[in-house]
C-alpha cells in the first residue's frame, strides 16, 4: 500500500476527518488531502512525503516507523533532499522577538503558537517556492501586528496581492524630483521587495 490508502484507511477506521488527522501529525487538510490522492492536484506530481512525516504518521497511528515502512509497497516515494526550512530554529526565532524601553530594558514579545503554526504549514506545502527567513518573519510580523490571516494558499496568494498593491501605491506616491537613483538607499529596497512579492505571486497564481 501507498502511504495515503494507508492514512485514509485509518482515518476512515478512528471515524477522524482529513483536518483532525492534520492537526496530528502538524500538518494542513490540504496535505492530507493531496496525501490521500497521491499527487498535487495542480502539478499532478507525486507527493513523496519526508522521513520526517512518517514518523509523525507513525506516532499519529501509535505504529512503530519500521511497523509503518513495512506496510509499504515498492512504489512509494520518499523526499529526499534536505528540508527546505529550519522551523525549530525559525521558531527560535522569533520567541526571541522583543522591544527595549527607553532605559535599555528588554520586554519579550508574547509568541503566538498558533499564527506559527499556520505559516509553517502552509509555506510547506507550498513547493514551488522557498521563502526566506526574512519572508517568514514579514508574514509572521504581519499576521501579529497586523491581524493578517495565513492559514493557507488562498490566504497567502490574498496577503500578497495586498502587499504588492502597497508597494505600487507607494512607490508612485514618490514624486519624480524626489526619487533618488534607482540603485540607491531606499527605493532599491522598496523595489527589490515589490519584485520578490510579484514574483511569488505570480507562481503561486500560475
Not at 476527518?17 to 507525486?46: C, D, R, V, W
Not at 523526499?79 to 520567541?95: F, H, S
Not at 495586498?162 to 506616491?173: F, G, I, M, P, W
Request: aromatic share 10%; with cysteine.
Amino acid at each position: 500500500m501507498k502511504i495515503g490508502a494507508i492514512v485514509k484507511e485509518y482515518r476512515q477506521r478512528k471515524k477522524l476527518t482529513m483536518e483532525e488527522f492534520a492537526n496530528k501529525i502538524g500538518k494542513s487538510k490540504g496535505y492530507i488531502s493531496m496525501l490521500e490522492k497521491g499527487e498535487n492536484p495542480q502539478t499532478h506530481k507525486p507527493i513523496a512525503p519526508t522521513f520526517e512525516t512518517l514518523k509523525e504518521i507513525a506516532k499519529a497511528m501509535d505504529l512503530d516507523i519500521n511497523a509503518l515502512i513495512q506496510q509499504l509497497d515498492g512504489e512509494q516515494i520518499f523526499e529526499t533532499t534536505p528540508a527546505r526550512y529550519d522551523w525549530d530554529n525559525e521558531e527560535r526565532n522569533l520567541r526571541n522577538w522583543g522591544t527595549f524601553d527607553h532605559e535599555g530594558n528588554f520586554s519579550p514579545s508574547v509568541f503566538d503558537e498558533e499564527i506559527f503554526s499556520d505559516i509553517k504549514n502552509t509555506l510547506s506545502d507550498i513547493q514551488e517556492i522557498t521563502f526566506t527567513k526574512g519572508d517568514i518573519e514579514a508574514f509572521y510580523s504581519s499576521c501579529v501586528i497586523d491581524g493578517t490571516t495565513i492559514k493557507d494558499r488562498k490566504t497567502l496568494i490574498k496577503y500578497l496581492q495586498k502587499t504588492v498593491e502597497d508597494y505600487d501605491a507607494l512607490l508612485n506616491s514618490i514624486s519624480d524630483q524626489d526619487k533618488p537613483p534607482m540603485n540607491s538607499g531606499l527605493l532599491s529596497i522598496l523595489v527589490k521587495n515589490r519584485n520578490n512579492y510579484k514574483y511569488y505571486l505570480e507562481k503561486l497564481e500560475a
